[in-house]
């Protein structure tokens, strides 16, 4: 792993993340042998919006049971759990953090998804897949870690099959100066690669992929931050929720991205890409 691989991947690690989530679930009234992936909702997916964001990027996939899905960036699995249970399609997980992956890993046995969804330590810039081997991508809230937006859409054509999508939700630069630190993706800049949208697109296009759509979520991710801290401040953390993933600043971190997106600064893109064929490039 690259330094600055190990950076981030440390940013992101708990160091007790699994025993921290059971413990979580107990206070629920949860325990192991009874685990539901609605029981995880309120932690296991780390971008703005949660499971909304989450199924109204699906709803652009045109997923079906035959289908493979890479997830760049799965966190704890979220994402990929959902794919593959609403949907019944494959789903390979890849992030930096060793952490996550175990936890990812653990958590998708224990809600009865492991014959769908797998989850390796891999490197978004370094995809370690064959060409074409799958039907869909998707990068939820990951390429703001990423410093070479043209080599990571390079990569994931490669591993897609013709006319394959790739989905991207990532907080993009909206305005000219800079978001107040730390923020949920990165403590200081050293490992935020926030870019314009027009950046994401340019990379997009290089590498042989058409856009299918494209939409703007300020106001969406607003609102959602409005939510999470006036229920902060009315009851505390819940039992389970992102503060977990966040650490002991994390209210730090939601308020300077919530003052990012009211200031203009940055927002949540949601952007579909699809892979032409190199014929379809040339024409």
């Given at each position: 792993?690259?330094?600055?691989?190990?950076e981030?991947?440390?940013?992101?690690?708990?160091g007790?993340?699994?025993?921290?989530?059971?413990?979580?679930?107990?206070?629920?009234?949860?325990?192991?042998?009874?685990?539901?992936?609605?029981?995880?909702?309120?932690?296991?997916?780390?971008h703005?919006?949660?499971h909304?964001?989450?199924?109204?990027?699906?709803?652009?996939?045109?997923?079906?049971a035959?289908?493979?899905?890479?997830?760049?960036?799965?966190?704890?699995?979220?994402?990929?759990?959902?794919?593959?249970?609403r949907?019944?399609?494959r789903?390979?997980g890849?992030?930096?953090?060793?952490?996550?992956?175990?936890?990812?890993?653990?958590?998708?046995?224990?809600?009865?998804l492991?014959?769908?969804?797998?989850f390796?330590?891999?490197?978004?810039?370094?995809?370690?897949?064959?060409?074409?081997?799958?039907?869909?991508?998707?990068l939820?809230?990951?390429?703001?870690?990423?410093?070479d937006?043209?080599?990571?859409?390079?990569?994931?054509?490669?591993?897609?099959?013709?006319?394959?999508?790739?989905a991207?939700?990532?907080?993009?630069?909206?305005?000219?100066?800079?978001?107040?630190?730390?923020?949920p993706?990165?403590?200081?800049?050293?490992?935020?690669?926030?870019?314009?949208?027009?950046?994401?697109?340019?990379?997009?296009?290089?590498?042989?992929?058409?856009?299918?759509?494209?939409?703007?979520?300020?106001?969406?991710?607003?609102?959602?931050?409005?939510?999470?801290?006036?229920?902060?401040?009315?009851?505390?953390?819940?039992?389970?929720?992102l503060?977990?993933?966040?650490?002991?600043?994390a209210?730090?971190?939601?308020?300077?991205?919530?003052?990012?997106?009211?200031q203009?600064l940055?927002?949540?893109v949601?952007?579909?890409?699809?892979?032409?064929?190199?014929?379809?490039?040339l024409?």
């Open positions: 792993m690259t330094t600055l691989g190990w981030i991947a440390q940013h992101y690690s708990h007790s993340l699994e025993r921290a989530i059971v413990a979580g679930l107990a206070a629920m009234g949860r325990d192991r042998s009874n685990i539901t992936p609605e029981d995880l909702a309120g932690i296991d997916e780390f703005i919006g949660g909304e964001a989450t199924a109204d990027v699906a709803d652009h996939l045109d997923l079906n035959g289908g493979v899905l890479l997830d760049i960036g799965s966190g704890i699995g979220g994402a990929a759990r959902f794919f593959a249970r949907y019944g399609c789903v390979v890849i992030d930096l953090t060793p952490e996550y992956v175990e936890v990812a890993t653990s958590l998708t046995q224990l809600v009865g492991s014959d769908q969804v797998e390796r330590v891999a490197n978004a810039l370094d995809l370690p897949f064959a060409d074409e081997s799958f039907d869909r991508a998707t939820l809230h990951v390429g703001m870690n990423i410093p937006k043209q080599r990571l859409c390079a990569g994931v054509y490669r591993v897609l099959k013709p006319e394959g999508l790739f991207i939700y990532d907080v993009m630069q909206t305005g000219d100066r800079e978001v107040t630190f730390p923020v993706w990165a403590a200081t800049k050293a490992t935020s690669f926030l870019e314009r949208p027009e950046t994401y697109r340019q990379a997009l296009l290089d590498a042989g992929f058409e856009i299918a759509s494209e939409r703007a979520r300020r106001d969406f991710a607003i609102e959602f931050f409005q939510r999470m801290r006036a229920r902060m401040a009315e009851s505390g953390p819940p039992p389970l929720g503060h977990i993933l966040m650490g002991q600043d209210p730090t971190k939601i308020a300077n991205m919530l003052a990012g997106l009211e203009g940055i927002a949540p949601e952007m579909i890409g699809r892979r032409m064929s190199p014929q379809g490039a024409e």
